[in-house]
């Protein structure tokens, strides 16, 4: 039987935000983990949330406890990893391997401990670093497991025998998680699929055998929510509404500051204002895409907060008011465009997971300011990216907006 390793860390886009960018985890899985594990000889089993009526069951911390090898992917600091790798580090004194994306502030707790980096594009792994960091990862693997050099902070300084459990318990666990997982990722590369090829409605059915799977998994839910209110089934209200239902489990009301939540939300209600015309929607849109914006420094809230506050210009009756709303409007735009064309400027557009998205931010922007050469410059940029239907369809609609509040 083939030795075991246990693989804690994030499921899906997770946003850093001590750096700002969303990285695609389960491409770190697939392209680099998976692969140095199998080629070191071990079975691979993933999964980080399990979980029974709220709380870690034991299968999690059987497999902690047990499995030969554990390796902790910390980057994003996803809460469960962070947490898992501590009882690893608590039961197991070797045998755990610490990995993480290059950027961002290791842990305090963590900045002694011996971590294997990598470097992610975003939305994917390059090809060239991904074969390094197989080899790289696989070398690893063998060298510490023959060794069993103790690499758990904790055992340095206490000796003590950690607890064991039975094989057979393990035997069926590690069995049961490795088909759970098979059935995740076909479900979740199905509703991938569907959504490139704009079939959201048939993409929500699959984010929420995804969402009801992993309850707790954020990004099940954000692209629930996505996919149910761009189906626009049975009606555009109803689906906008039944999407408001779905991201409010993120309670986005709250200190939630991740701006993919936020700029779902304002989208959902910037759309249930332009079929109502009700303001109070518009207020509302205003409200998430500005916290996602000033919080984050979130280009796509940030754009999207501008153009909320040309919408509130055209039906505000105070006159000072609208002087506000054009100011703000202007203010956000130049601050975005500055933070982009900085990352053009250092040549880290190529590396950057958004960059069609950057693109057409820019693009917008420069024509809500007026600068029709620019605008049409980025445009062009975008649109050399192959931007799926969907995102040309975005914005398109985003400039139809502001097109039209200029005729009025």
């Known amino acids: 039987m083939k030795k075991k390793c246990f693989v804690i860390m994030g499921f899906g886009k997770k946003t850093d935000f001590s750096t700002g960018r969303t990285l695609d985890l389960d491409k770190t899985y697939k392209n680099i983990i998976q692969p140095a594990v199998m080629k070191a000889g071990y079975e ?23 499995s030969e090898l554990v390796i902790a992917d910390i980057s994003t600091y996803n809460p469960n990893a962070i947490y898992e790798l501590g009882i690893r580090h608590a039961v197991k004194p070797y045998s755990t391997i610490v990995i993480k994306e290059k950027d961002g502030k290791i842990p305090f707790d963590l900045d002694h401990t011996r971590i294997f980096q990598y470097a992610h594009l975003g939305d994917d792994i390059g090809a060239d670093e991904a074969n390094r960091c197989q080899n790289d990862l696989a070398d690893l693997i063998n060298s510490i497991t023959e060794t069993n050099i103790i690499d758990s902070p904790m055992y340095e300084f206490v000796k003590i025998l950690p607890p064991t459990v039975p094989q057979e318990e393990l035997d069926r666990l590690v069995k049961e998680l490795a088909d759970k997982e098979k059935h995740i990722f076909a479900i979740v590369e199905e509703a991938q699929t569907l959504m490139k090829a704009s079939q959201f409605e048939n993409a929500a059915i699959y984010w929420e055998k995804a969402k009801n799977l992993m309850p707790n998994e954020t990004y099940f839910i954000q692209q629930f929510a996505l996919c149910k209110y761009k189906s626009k089934k049975p009606s555009e209200l109803a689906a906008l509404s039944d999407a408001l239902n779905i991201i409010e489990e993120l309670e986005p009301d709250s200190m939630n500051n991740d701006p993919e939540t936020l700029g779902i939300t304002g989208a959902i209600y910037k759309n249930i204002y332009l079929i109502t015309k009700d303001v109070e929607f518009l207020n509302r849109a205003t409200k998430y895409y500005g916290k996602g914006f000033k919080v984050r420094n979130d280009y796509y809230t940030g754009e999207n907060y501008a153009l909320c506050l040309d919408m509130k210009w055209q039906v505000e009756e105070n006159e000072e008011e609208k002087i506000y709303f054009k100011i703000e409007a202007r203010r956000a735009r130049t601050e975005i465009i500055s933070s982009l064309e900085n990352i053009i400027s250092l040549s880290e557009i190529n590396e950057h997971q958004d960059k069609k998205w950057i693109y057409a931010t820019l693009s917008n922007c420069y024509f809500a300011l007026g600068n029709v050469n620019k605008a049409d410059e980025y445009e062009g940029l975008f649109k050399r990216e192959a931007p799926e239907a969907w995102e040309l369809d975005t914005f398109n609609k985003s400039r139809e907006i502001f097109a039209s509040l200029l005729i009025k």
């Open 44 to 66: 691979c089993i993933r999964a980080d949330e399990i979980q029974d009526s709220g709380l870690i069951d034991k299968s999690m911390y059987l497999l902690l406890m047990s």
